[in-house]
């Protein structure tokens, strides 16, 4: 199995890291357009390999996509990541053309490639891959629900005093500040719904800083995370990679599901071989589903934007 993961820069080491650490494919190519670092990000992690116990092969290239030719996989992260105080949506106008480009190549070269897309705005960036790619929808997944549902847990492990791995949850909507829709009425801690445990100030506490989560990180770094996002999304290959048929909540296109149509929005779904091998329809309550129409509104503004 051979993995593309484009731009070789804080979250494109980071995935090329955790899949190599795995042990799960045969080959990652780096591939950035800044001379020499996608070679040496490259190398620098093979040399990591007979000190972490891993086999994958990893290489890089300065823009020759003829080397990530039969990729089965293909991560986009190339683009700008956000500055302290900068939304995601800020970053449209660069990354977009980037990730047009970016796709263009890729596909050439890999006709059957299945693509995750991380730039930002992610949801738009999907969507823009969608419209531009002439990809099956099965085989473009965005990468958001499933990062942003990690920092959910993290902080509901928090109030709840309790160890994450006691604890479930689930992201859906936008990857935004204000359109993530952190689902607490089916958060759990052991099977009892955490509401049970946590009073309104700590729900409130946990919903808020989870829709930071990113902004938080981003002030504290002065750009924007790494680790998280590249263990994100090499959980996402790996159930492509093994057929996992693993549930991850992705920015997906959406045809009627969750009252949507033309629009990529987090969803729950079944990642396996094939990509998307199928959307789940979680029953929102009232309240959620208001929500998940005004991430809507407000992703399909973002969309707007571009121009094919
Ligand atoms: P970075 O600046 O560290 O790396 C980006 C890399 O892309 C750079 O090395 C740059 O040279 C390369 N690049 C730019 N144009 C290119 C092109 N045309 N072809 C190939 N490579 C190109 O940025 P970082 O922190 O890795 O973030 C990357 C993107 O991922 C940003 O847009 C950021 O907002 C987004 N992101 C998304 C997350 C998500 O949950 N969806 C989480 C974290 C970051």
Do not use: A, P
């Given at each position: 199995m051979k993995v593309t993961v484009v731009g070789a820069g804080a979250v494109g080491a980071s995935c090329a890291e955790y899949i190599a650490m795995k042990n799960f494919c045969s080959e990652v190519v780096l591939v950035d357009i800044k001379e020499g670092f996608a070679e040496g990000k490259a190398m620098d992690l093979m040399q990591t390999a007979s000190l972490n116990g891993f086999d994958t092969k990893i290489t890089g290239t300065t823009g020759d996509y003829s080397k990530t030719a039969g990729s089965h996989v293909a991560v986009i992260t190339s683009g700008i990541p956000r500055k302290p105080g900068?939304?995601?949506?800020?970053?449209?106008g660069i990354n977009a053309g980037i990730v047009k480009d970016v796709t263009e190549n890729l596909v050439k070269h890999s006709p059957d490639v299945i693509i995750i897309v991380v730039s930002n705005p992610m949801d738009t960036m999907a969507y823009l891959v969608h419209k531009t790619s002439g990809l099956a929808k099965h085989k473009i997944i965005g990468m958001g629900g499933a990062l942003d549902s990690a920092r959910f847990k993290y902080r509901l492990a928090e109030a709840l005093e309790a160890p994450i791995s006691d604890v479930d949850g689930m992201v859906i909507a936008a990857h935004s500040d204000t359109g993530m829709l952190p689902l607490l009425s089916k958060a759990t801690r052991n099977g009892v719904p955490v509401t049970e445990f946590l009073d309104a100030e700590q729900q409130k506490y946990v919903i808020e800083e989870t829709k930071v989560g990113g902004a938080t990180l981003t002030k504290l770094l002065g750009t924007s995370a790494w680790y998280a996002p590249g263990a994100a999304v090499s959980v996402m290959v790996q159930a492509i990679a093994c057929d996992q048929k693993k549930m991850i909540p992705c920015s997906l296109m959406l045809e009627?599901?969750?009252?949507?149509?033309?629009i990529c929005l987090g969803v729950p779904a079944i990642i396996g071989a094939n990509g998307v091998e199928k959307i789940v329809n979680v029953t929102l309550t009232a309240e959620e589903q208001l929500k998940f129409a005004e991430a809507a509104n407000a992703v399909r503004e973002v969309n707007g934007d571009l121009k094919f």
């Open positions: 900068m939304t995601r949506e800020e970053l449209i009627g599901e969750y009252g949507q149509n033309d």
